[in-house]
């Protein structure tokens, strides 16, 4: 069966710190990849999406994310977080016909 | 604020119950993708409805259904409710009518449904 699996559940750091939130997929044909952002108390939010062409993507507020097909993989960076960056992060991949979460990864980036 | 409206933000109701929640797409769009958001199952996919047709569906319990008026507006009806079935309800639309390479989909801010 088709899934999404994101790693790190809860993910605590310092601000400055850099980020990398894991990202994997498990289906064998085309996909576009995705990620979102949940701001406590707010909606779901797109940071940036791949649907083809150069595998590193680049979306709002710093983050970027980089295709791998050889793992299916669709990892989540930022170089330096910042306090505002507490959030839940999810990963989603859409097929032809549905679009797949990850259970979401917690982030708290601490002052 | 996505523009995708919600309504109501809290339900409190009892099993076995039926329930309707509301969502009105952006301006323009004509696609709505309902999602249940919940501790145990995530964020799943619901069903999609384009332009008044269904055109997708994920994991709906034959429990719940939908449907999208002829303004665009669409309700999720949940029927014989279970304590499980107390969760995050969001509403999405989307000017496109798939999962193509033109979707990319605006979020409501969910209905917050506690079944006692």
């Known amino acids: 069966a088709q899934s999404v699996s994101q790693h790190n559940h809860h993910v605590i750091l310092s601000e400055a710190a850099s980020l990398e939130l894991g990202c994997n997929y498990s289906?064998?044909?085309?996909?576009?990849l995705f990620w979102y952002v949940q701001y406590p108390g707010q909606h779901l939010q797109l940071l940036l999406k791949?649907?083809?062409?150069?595998?590193l993507v680049k979306g709002i507020k710093g983050f970027e994310a980089e295709f791998i097909k050889s793992k299916f993989s669709f990892n989540l960076r930022k170089p330096s977080v910042q306090w505002s960056d507490t959030a839940e992060y999810f990963c989603a991949v859409t097929t032809d016909d549905k679009i797949i979460f990850g259970k979401g990864t917690r982030l708290h980036i601490l002052p | 604020d996505s523009g995708v409206t919600q309504t109501p933000k809290h339900l409190i109701t009892a099993t076995g119950q039926r329930v309707t929640l509301r969502c009105s797409p952006r301006?323009?769009?004509?696609?709505v993708y309902w999602y249940q958001q919940s501790l145990d199952q995530g964020l799943q996919f619901l069903i999609q409805?384009?332009?008044?047709?269904?055109?997708a569906k994920g994991n709906i319990l034959e429990r719940f259904s939908a449907q999208q008026f002829p303004d665009l507006h669409s309700e999720l009806n949940l029927s014989s409710l279970e304590l499980g079935d107390s969760a995050l309800y969001f509403c999405a639309s989307s000017v496109s009518s798939g999962f193509g390479a033109d979707y990319e989909q605006y979020f409501g801010p969910g209905t917050r449904l506690t079944v006692t």
């Open positions: 289906y064998g044909g085309t996909v576009n």
């Open positions: 409805y384009y332009n008044g047709e269904e055109r």
């Open positions: 791949y649907f083809s062409g150069d595998p």
């Open positions: 301006s323009g769009d004509l696609s």
